[in-house]
């Protein structure tokens, strides 16, 4: 099962969740309809390259990221998406685009967008196109310890 790693780093730490599984889903707004999870309640995780460095940004399912925008944001000379080839050895526990919003467990920073933090509960890919978990936000914050940021997003 591929979200041993991430299952037992929550168990370590004694924070409830819940594992969902659901039918074969690829896209972010899929899970979440599969799962029965509103969009601004499921996570789900971009790669970028910022200045060339891996990192993840996290995202509600029904918003899209404004990579000129984050580049402003962040200060930085250079943010594009990342391409499969350039982060799939970084995640060898998960399936290509089912990546959890752990990047601690990764060595990735995390940027959060801050109305997803805004949320009570939140939901996310478990490693896996046909497993979520769903969690508290505050457990997951406490946890990863992401920069939240007012992502513009559309």
Known sequence: MPATKLKEFLNSRGVKYVAIQHSPA??????AASAHVA?????????VKIDGVLSMIVLPANRRLVLT???EMLECEKVKLATEEE????FPDCEIGAMPPFGNLYGLPVYVAASL???PQIA??????TELI???YADFAELVKPK??????T
């Open 26 to 31: 690829f896209t972010a707004p899929e899970v």
């Open 148 to 153: 939240t940021l007012d992502f513009v997003t």
């Open 39 to 47: 969009g601004r309640d499921f996570a789900k995780t971009v790669i």
């Open 117 to 119: 933090a805004e949320e």
């Open 87 to 90: 982060f799939k050895a970084a």
């Open 124 to 129: 996310f890919n478990a490693c896996s196109h």
């Open 134 to 136: 769903e969690m508290a």
């Open 69 to 71: 925008d984050l580049r």
